[in-house]
């Protein structure tokens, strides 16, 4: 509540004059436990918003990292989930599993690549930004990051997500699946983009760990480990 009660008073400060500017910095004092800036806000949303990017494009990165999280696991594609039901009736379920297996591997070695895209995004970010995130939802951090970010995340990914998916043969497992599945009889033939769906799955999967740990800093106290995110996230 005081950190809330501190953005009114800060918000008005660019309206007022020098006396009401005195009254209102004392006011922010009180309310807060000590001045709070809007520089300071801004400065330790930013550094909350490193911290939540760094550990999300950290886990995602690792070994097992989609695969073993079941959040952000990439499965069959919704559209082909047909597919796998019929392939594994007739008995290819380990080439289905060698598939998912691939293509989050895939998205794996692709996690890593966000990083420097958001650091930009998060040191672009205006004061104005900042009030309109500390104001907003527990993940209104997450949405700034992908309203500024999932274009560009999007044309970095794909291309890596196409090499990654090469790598792993995940692309051949999948033409394997789509053939051997086109020739069974009776059934409508498919083709979907894997590589828009995996480049989608994958950064759908980094915001979902951002907000993750968007939310554990402000709601756990333990979480804000520098002295500027416990004066921001009071």
């Not at 047909?82 to 692709?110: C, H, P, W, Y």
């Not at 520098?226 to 921001?232: A, C, G, H, Q, R």
Request: charged share 25%.
């Amino acid at each position: 509540m005081r950190i809330f009660i501190s953005i009114l008073i800060l918000s008005s400060l660019a309206f007022s004059s020098n006396a009401q500017l005195s009254k209102l910095k004392k006011a922010v004092s009180k309310v807060t436990g000590g001045e709070l800036t809007k520089e300071e806000v801004a400065s330790g949303l930013k550094e909350a918003l490193e911290k939540g990017t760094n550990k999300g494009t950290d886990q995602a990165s690792k070994a097992d990292g989609y695969f073993k999280n079941p959040t952000i696991k990439i499965l069959f594609p919704p559209d082909a989930q047909k597919v796998e039901t019929k392939l594994r009736q007739v008995g290819m379920g380990k080439d289905v599993d060698r598939f998912i297996l691939s293509l989050n591997r895939a998205a794996e070695k692709a996690a890593i690549e966000a990083k420097p895209i958001f650091i930009s995004a998060i040191k672009s970010m205006t004061i104005q930004d900042a009030f309109g995130i500390l104001k907003g939802d527990n993940d209104a951090a997450t949405q700034y990051l992908n309203r500024t970010t999932s274009d560009q995340l999007y044309s970095k990914f794909k291309p890596i997500i196409r090499i990654a998916l090469d790598a792993v043969d995940a692309t051949k497992y999948y033409g394997d699946l789509i053939s051997a599945y086109n020739k069974i009889p009776f059934v409508d033939k498919m083709n979907p983009d894997l590589d828009d769906y995996a480049t989608n799955k994958s950064i759908d999967g980094l915001f979902t760990l951002i907000a993750m740990e968007e939310a554990n800093i402000r709601q756990n106290p333990g979480a804000r480990t520098t002295d500027l995110l416990k004066k921001v996230f009071k």
